[in-house]
């Protein structure tokens, strides 16, 4: 069976204000954004290739501190636009099935979490800001919800061939590694960078 994956429309993101970059919480935005009214399930196969509809994706971030949990995507990894490139982000797409659970995008991004990684216990959550990258293809068709997860200890244990090379370091230190990331944890690191200083 195909796979749906959930997406705004494109004029739904211009009606709350588009942004390109990062763009810090907004309380307000996010309301608005998550409406789900404006929810729609559309084939992945479909939207993939349509920058009409923007696909939902929350992005986990975990840190001890000032360490953060990092990545290498490998080739097995259903993205393959991103295949070898460092990350800091966890996550994917909120599929259809995950409706049967109340709250679709809330019960999408922990079922994401269950697979891809075993962490310690989280101390705190937050929403820090959203991703949009235009710069290349594969942005236009995304739109990242960051997720800040602070844990208990610096530990992360991948569940999924995917995600490999794993380790924990400083924000400045990844920041002086930027151009191994993807963009999308380049516009994080930014922003955490900045936030820490």
């Not at 097995?76 to 599929?95: D, M, P, T, V, Y």
């Amino acid at each position: 069976m195909e796979e749906e994956v959930l997406v705004i429309s494109r004029d739904h993101f211009e009606k709350i204000g588009a942004f390109a970059g990062f763009k810090t919480f907004d309380r307000d935005w996010y309301l608005q954004l998550i409406d789900e009214k404006a929810f729609q399930f559309r084939q992945r196969k479909s939207v993939e290739e349509d920058p009409e509809y923007k696909q939902l994706i929350p992005y986990l971030i975990f840190r001890y501190h000032d360490l953060l949990f990092y990545y290498r995507r490998s080739k097995k990894g259903s993205e393959r636009r991103l295949a070898s490139l460092r990350s800091i982000g966890i996550g994917g797409h909120i599929n259809r099935h995950d409706e049967t659970t109340g709250n679709v995008y809330r019960s999408g991004m922990q079922r994401e979490l269950n697979e891809e990684v075993e962490i310690s216990p989280i101390v705190e959550e937050s929403i820090i800001g959203f991703i949009y990258d235009p710069t290349i293809y594969v942005g236009t068709l995304h739109l990242g919800i960051a997720h800040q997860f602070i844990l208990e200890e610096p530990t992360a244990c991948s569940r999924e061939e995917a995600i490999i090379d794993t380790g924990w370091e400083t924000i400045d230190q990844l920041w002086n590694q930027r151009e191994e990331f993807e963009t999308w944890s380049q516009l994080v690191l930014e922003h955490l960078r900045r936030d820490h200083s």
